[in-house]
């Protein structure tokens, strides 16, 4: 166990570094779960209580890319209703199986997120999507979004990685405009889990209480700086970051 007021000082850090990494690339969450470990939680209520608070910090970030979310236009409705039925479904999941049914693929999904995101063109050009510019995939847009949003439901961790991942792939538009888009899906996702897991899951939430703010300053500055980033930086920024979270999971759970 940590002094007090250490546990304090790194929670407020790790919230706002947390914050900014989901605004830019996704992943930041993954700096809260062990943070919350350290200072005594259980495994589950770490994950809880990092999923309840994470939701300000898309807040912020979906305020900071407010002009580039409107940008998506029809591809927000589709994708927001499978956000939040993946999101309950996930819930669902936690609340009712063991942990090492799903834990056991989640170092692989966010390893394979990473993959897509590297050789992201490659794979447009096999679907026969390479530029772009023509429409979305909207059938496997959807699909993958209540799929990750189950996911995201089920173990909060790099949920953005692998909702960007999923934009990506299926929906033509510039990678900042789809970055602004899984901000606010991943919003949806985390007020879902913050009412499910509010009722019926063991929040810490005096640990709640001190990330908000943080999480919340670091999303509007994270946000305000992915619109400033190149495509190619932020895309390689993704992939980096899953890379690390899924070598992360893959050594936790050995």
């Known amino acids: 166990m940590l002094p007090e007021w250490l546990e304090l000082s790194l929670l407020v850090l790790v919230g706002f570094l947390s914050g900014g990494v989901n605004a830019v690339a996704g992943g930041g969450s993954l700096l809260v ?24 910090g898309f807040i912020g970030a979906a305020l900071g890319q407010r002009r580039d979310l409107a940008r998506n236009g029809s591809r927000l409705l589709p994708t927001s209703i ?23 693929v989640v170092p692989a999904l966010v390893g394979l997120s990473a993959v897509l995101m590297a050789f992201q063109n490659r794979i447009r050009a096999w679907l026969g999507n390479p530029d772009q510019h023509g429409p979305d995939r909207t059938v496997l847009l959807t699909a993958g979004i209540l ?16 909702l ?3 934009l990506v792939l299926t929906a033509n538009a510039e990678l900042r405009i789809l970055n602004a ?41 994270g946000g305000k ?12 920024l993704v992939v980096v970051i899953a890379a690390a979270v899924a070598v992360y999971l893959a050594v936790d759970q050995s």
């Open 82 to 104: 499978a956000a939040v039925l993946g999101s309950v479904g996930g819930c669902a999941l936690l609340l009712t199986l063991p942990g090492s049914v799903f834990d056991a």
């Open 164 to 166: 960007v991942v999923v």
């Open 181 to 221: 888009a899984k901000n606010w899906l991943s919003l949806l996702g985390s007020l879902v889990t913050l009412v499910i897991y509010a009722l019926l899951a063991p929040v810490d939430w005096a640990a709640v209480l001190t990330l908000i703010p943080s999480t919340l300053l670091g999303g509007y500055l």
């Open 147 to 162: 799929l990750a949003s189950v996911y995201g439901g089920y173990f909060g961790g790099a949920r953005s990685v692998i």
């Open 33 to 56: 779960f062990p943070a919350l470990l350290g200072t005594g939680l259980s495994p589950l209520a770490a994950n809880v209580t990092n999923a309840v608070a994470q939701g300000p």
């Open 225 to 236: 700086v992915a619109r400033r980033l190149p495509p190619t930086l932020l895309r390689w």
